[in-house]
């Protein structure tokens, strides 16, 4: 059972881990300072649900955070794509909607743990929903006010939206051993998640003229399996960058 | 040359060919002045200012600055421009002409000292 | 972080010549004010100098804020464990927090962000020259927290006993942040130096790197700076560079000799008589070359900086009310 415990937190973990990563990218380099600011502590927040969230194993006797963020293999991720793709050209509207599509996906997934029949998971989410309370905030006042400006502005936000519904979709993809977790009580079922995630961004994203249509099958294909360990292409890279001091010296604390 | 930083390489090389364009007034916004109620019960008291586009993304981008680290229970923010403030030369205003001690507790040290020179005359009044 | 005020040589041209004619009653008020030890504030009269001294002293700080969040920043998605990683984000965070303090500081005198920000990227405006060198390894994130904070804190402690409101207060709040980032260097550095032996090379081999632009930061010697009596009666520069170096050294010397480290030169000595520290030169022609232009980082610094800019553009663009019309920040 311990095992099926940890596929549910390892998703939840290394999604926060690696978009708290490449949102960190962004540090000293937004678009103005004010902005910055508030985008390097969403970040910082990211990374540090992260570490509560692999503390959870670590009570029960698994690995460290630090062992799990550094020394696992990569087969043993289980990060839904969406949160590996890298910055590409430092455009801000993808780094605004993968924040926007990613943390309405949070709220959704804390409202729900709330309700875990996992103590110690319904603990953590409470406590963990006071932050996303700011980045949701900040994320859908983002959306709306650059939604409602410019051409330019609204057609970066289409591009954006449009490249990266299929990887948001697939935040959902059903975990391994989902139907034992939704019996346990632990989760419901990713298909309804995934509802109540499309209610919460497809309404705002009408209001900007935004319309999106439920991925193709074919879209969808490369991302699948995520959830079981198949990792982006993009993965390898950020992994390498990631671990570059941790394993240039396996003895050493840091 | 490349940078040694993994993020700045991501960016090159049109990091090397742009053009320079600088940047036009106002480009970074008008600004703000930031107010934060520490704990419930005490005054707000201003801490900063803030360039924001608008008022609602005023108070969204002062939550980072200006809470992130000391105790916060609210955030006021106002446009810059709405704020009238009194003249350095009229600083003279704030300061009285004459004694005004009558109104002030310290204006009422010698009570005492009246009392205990006519003590003899602390006796009820015959009816 | 930052370094100290920099003279330059158009500076020194300049220096003296009456740019306006100063009220003499007025100025008496302005310096019987200081000298009584208040504060002057945005709204206040001030001699013309004054105001321009320190606009430029505030921008160079505010400058050295912005471009010292790119050195630490090189290492962010590299940072060895959860508690560095956090903990540097929120460093470069800081960084780029008093950088924004720091500009509304200096509009306060009626120079406007966009214009500021215009003459850094053009060069005109110069920033610390520390952050003109790169950081290579890990250990030249811990160094650089640790002891370029460490100057910064003497400098910024220094400098908050000045004259001008707005610039004491958000110096306050610089310090009380600087110091978290003090001991997160500290721990750092610690760490590397019990470590293994390849982490303690890399931290000497780090120190080795940054003994000189530390050394530098302070600005070269009070014999080859010009006269400073003014600045100094206007509580606008508060200490000689000599002072603050001797101050750093005297703090932290031994604290680096207690880890083990040892720094590159053997000159290095406090003199039992004077109480003074004595050390080599430490290269003052490098330090005007690369205050010039021609350090390793130069280009890159001002070209990320210039792209971070441009690729906010659309943003800020997108956002901008009609209506909007600038004034100056209150305080």
Known sequence: MIEILEELILSLADDDLLIGHRQAEWIGLGPILEEDIAFASIAQDETGHAQAYYQLLTDLGLPTPDEYAFKRSPAKFRSAHLVELPNFDYDYAIALMRHFFYDAAEQVRLEALRQSSYEPLAGLAERLLREEKYHWLHAHTWIRRLGHSTEEAHLRLRAAAEQLFPYAWMLFEELPNESAMVELGWIPPSSELRQRWLDKVLPLLEDIGIHLTTPSEELLLPMKGARHGLRSPYFDDLYAEMTEVSSSDPEAEW | MASLDPRIRRAEPELWQLPERPLQPLEHWQTYEVFTLRTRGGHAQHVGSLHAPDDEMALVLAKEQFARRSPCVAIWVVP????????????????????????????YLHTRERLEKYRDRLKPIDP | MYGNLTLRPEDIENWGKKVHEEDPEKLAE?????????????????????????????????????????????????????RRKLALMAKVQDEVGHAQLLYSAAETLGKSREAMINDLLSGKSKYSNIFNYPAKTWADTAIIAWLVDAGAIINQTTNSKGSYGPYVRALERICWEESFHLKYGYDSVVYLATGTPRQRAMLQDALNRWWKPIMHFFGPP??????????????????????????????????????GLSIPDPNLRKNPETGRWEYSDPDWDEFWRVINGDGPCNKERLAVRRFAEERGRWVREALRSPQARYVTPLA
């Open chain 2, 80 to 107: 810059t421009s709405a704020i009238l403030w009194t003249r350095p030369e009229d600083e003279d205003l704030f300061q009285p002409a004459t004694d005004k001690s009558y109104r002030e507790p310290q204006g």
């Open chain 3, 30 to 82: 302005f310096e019987a004010r200081i000298a009584r030890g208040e504060k002057i504030e945005p709204q206040d009269w001030m001699p013309f100098e004054y105001r321009r001294q320190l606009i430029r002293l505030i921008e160079q700080h505010a400058h050295s804020e912005i471009i010292g969040a790119l050195p630490e920043g090189t290492w962010i998605t590299r940072a060895p464990n959860f």
């Open chain 3, 222 to 259: 009070d014999n080859q700076s010009v006269h400073t009596e003014k600045l100094l009666k206007w509580k606008v520069k508060l200490a000689t560079n000599d002072e603050m170096r001797q101050q750093f050294l005297d703090m932290y010397v031994p604290k680096i000799w207690e880890l």
